[in-house]
């Protein structure tokens, strides 16, 4: 049975939403009501997630796991309850779940698990192979065998496993691009039994465009690669079921907190129980070890070896109210929100001269991102006159120069939408859009 697609909040309903949060009381440059337009940068924070982390300074700030006092107490419940929250919202358990400083760190722990893994073998200090049972070998990796990625990368999914590559003799390869900015399918045959790594974005942060997992999933398992997939730009716009993600072969996922509505300074790698025991220790410190003397550690299992020092645990608190919140919102209907978003901003722009649109005409298997350039204008100058228009967008290479380069251009002006999106403030981008010439031109 085909499942009934997801209906958008409607006018009210975004309306309703838009009164939670703060940002919006506050005038743009112009003077006028704001049009943030760039979620895909950071996302705005309703004023529950605000409270929750002043809340957890004013009442809970104790040392989170190590006392037994109240407070210390409350604190290790506000991180273990945040943990329960973030993992259910992606079909998680809590024991994948590890929490990081950010989405880059978790997205740098495998690339560096793996490093440790594949540069301290036995056999390599002169010693025997390591034994079969290691659970470690999975991820030894070295000359002859291939990591693949695609062009289509945010930078923190490309230059670790670069690094990677340059430390153990590995070889990089990618899957490229259509000339529209889609991954190229005829490329999938980079995908061969030398892979043992595919790291690929869900999302790209520049065209919006959905990478094609029910193709690219199944080449990498029938080779047994390590799959790891980089979520942040899709992880607050639409359904992501982990469970269903690794019965096709994902190992790990990476979350940004600040892309969901949550504070900055908090991410999270969402692995398999089978990746997270293989993984050596990476950060070493308090926190992940069981046993420490003069000599030697011994550290702890699961999430917990990767969480070394102090916890980020006002950030969790308001972590946990932020994905309560898109969860009660529903992120399928935020996604058929964005989707609707999307047309009606790919069908204006078309129509505006001197503008190319960076990636898909179409809003099908894509999120609400949208970039373009403005012929014999710079993004930079196009981000300004929408800024003294009141409609704020990024502007730049989006950590992605890789992706810009496939288009011929070293940079662009995005726009990426949210759950405060509205039509009329796609239509303001749309009228500022079509100043800018007029503008450069006098």
Not at 264 to 270: K, P
Not at 314 to 339: C, F, M, T
Request: charged share 20%.
């Amino acid at each position: 049975m085909t499942a009934t697609p997801a209906l958008p909040l409607t006018a009210e309903e975004v309306d309703a939403v838009r009164a939670d949060f703060p940002y919006l009381a506050r005038p743009a440059r112009n003077g006028g009501e704001l049009a943030y337009l760039d979620w895909g940068a950071t996302s705005q924070k309703p004023a529950a997630v605000i409270e929750a982390e002043a809340e957890f300074l004013r009442l809970h700030n104790g040392a989170a796991g190590r006392s037994t006092y109240q407070i210390a107490d409350e604190a290790t419940a506000v991180w273990e309850d945040a943990r329960d929250a973030v993992a259910a919202l992606v079909g998680a358990r809590a024991e994948n779940l590890v929490f990081t400083k950010n989405a880059t760190e978790a997205l740098n722990l495998v690339p560096m698990a793996i490093g440790h893994a594949s540069l301290g073998r036995p056999a390599e200090r002169g010693g025997a192979p390591a034994d079969a049972s290691d659970p470690s070998r999975r991820l030894v990796i070295g000359e002859g065998d291939e990591v693949v990625v695609t062009r289509a990368e945010h930078h923190a999914n490309l230059v670790p496993w670069q690094e990677l590559c340059a430390r153990t003799g590995a070889t990089l390869r990618w899957l490229d691009l259509t000339p529209e900015g889609r991954i190229d399918l005829d490329t999938l045959g980079v995908i061969t039994e030398r892979t043992k790594v595919l790291a690929l974005t869900h999302a790209s942060n520049v065209t919006g465009a959905i990478s094609p997992l029910d193709a690219s999933l199944p080449a990498a398992q029938a080779v047994g690669a390590l799959v790891v997939l980089d979520t942040c730009q899709s992880s607050a716009h639409l359904p992501i079921d982990f469970k269903d993600l690794t019965r096709r072969g994902v190992d790990a996922i990476v979350l940004s907190s600040h892309k969901m509505l949550g504070p900055t300074g908090i991410g999270a790698l969402v692995a398999t129980e089978e990746l997270l025991a293989s993984m050596p220790a990476v950060l070493t410190g308090g926190s992940m070890i069981e046993v420490v003397t003069m000599e030697s550690s011994t550290y702890m299992e699961g999430p917990a070896r990767f969480e070394a020092g102090s916890q980020p645990l006002a950030q969790a608190a308001g972590w946990q109210v932020a994905v309560e919140y898109l969860a009660g919102l529903g992120l399928d209907r935020l996604h058929a929100g964005e989707k609707d978003l999307t047309e009606r901003a790919l069908a204006g722009l078309e129509t505006l001269p001197g503008v190319r649109i960076i990636g898909p005409r179409d809003a099908e298997d894509r999120t609400g991102v949208v970039a373009f350039v403005i012929e014999g204008v710079h993004p930079h100058d196009v981000g300004q006159v929408l800024d003294a228009a009141g409609v704020a967008v990024r502007t730049g290479h989006h950590c992605a120069q890789p992706i810009h380069a496939h288009f011929g251009v070293p940079s662009s002006s995005r726009a990426t939408f949210g759950p405060t999106t509205t039509p009329e403030e796609v239509d303001r981008l749309l009228e500022a859009v079509a100043s800018v010439r007029t503008y450069f031109q006098r």
